[in-house]
Antibody, heavy 125, light 107 residues
């Protein structure tokens, strides 16, 4: 079964660090961009970052630039999110997401077709 | 960043109703828009991409339309399993941005 399994969430103090991991199974990992999306308790979805197949292109939402780093290991079929200088507003469920590119009418469309179950990150003193 | 505004924020409907949810972008995004459904305690699920293309396996009662700045998700006949929160997402540029969500509740 195609799936993504996140780990690494937990409770951390403001200013602390945490590293999230996501391991893919049952698909060719190197064919896909990967993303992280988060959801604060009782709130909506927020896109956080993504990384290209080869790991050489990354994008971030402004609120995490300079603090979070996305990376991947194509041998271990895994994607990571290193989170430093954590703030209370980073408290959320973090989802790992597979990003499928669909080509139509001279344009590439992103489709987030596989999601992990999510891992909770709580930033609190 | 492109702002995505959904309306309404919530709605109450009955099984069998036709439901329409709107999403407006703060600038033109051609048709680079997807719709996602999320049930409580679960990860989101993609319904539609490229504004109107139904994702494989999604029931045909879901449809999407629109381009540039104005988009619509329609559920032609609401089923019990459709009570959920729906989000639009633009994939025109970075950062990707979601609408704030529309909660569909049982009347």
């Amino acid at each position: 079964e195609v799936q993504l399994l996140e780990s690494g969430g937990g409770l951390v103090q403001p200013g602390g660090s945490l590293r999230l991991s996501c391991t893919a199974s049952a698909f060719t990992f190197t064919n896909y961009w990967m993303s992280w999306v988060r959801q604060a308790p009782g709130k909506g979805l927020e896109w956080v970052a993504n990384i290209r197949n080869d790991g050489n292109l990354k994008n971030y939402v402004d609120s995490v630039k300079g603090r979070f780093t996305i990376s991947r290991d194509n041998v271990r079929d895994s994607v990571y999110l290193q989170m430093n200088s954590l703030r209370t507003e980073d408290t959320a469920v973090y989802y790992c997401v597979r990003d499928v590119a669909h080509y139509s009418s001279d344009y590439w469309y992103d489709v987030y077709d596989i999601w992990g179950q999510g891992t909770m990150v709580t930033v609190s003193s | 960043a492109i702002q995505m505004t959904q309306s309404p924020s919530s709605l109450s409907a009955s099984v069998g109703d036709r439901v329409t949810i709107s999403c407006r972008a703060s600038q033109g995004i051609r048709n680079a828009l997807g719709w996602y459904q999320q049930k409580p305690g679960k990860a989101p699920k993609v319904l539609i991409y490229a504004a109107s293309t139904l994702q494989s396996g999604v029931p045909s009662r879901f449809s999407g339309s629109g381009s540039d700045t104005d988009f619509t998700l329609t559920i032609s006949s609401l089923q019990p399993e459709d009570f959920a929160t729906y989000y639009c997402l633009q994939d025109y540029n970075y950062p990707r941005t979601f609408g704030q969500g529309t909660r569909v509740e049982l009347k």
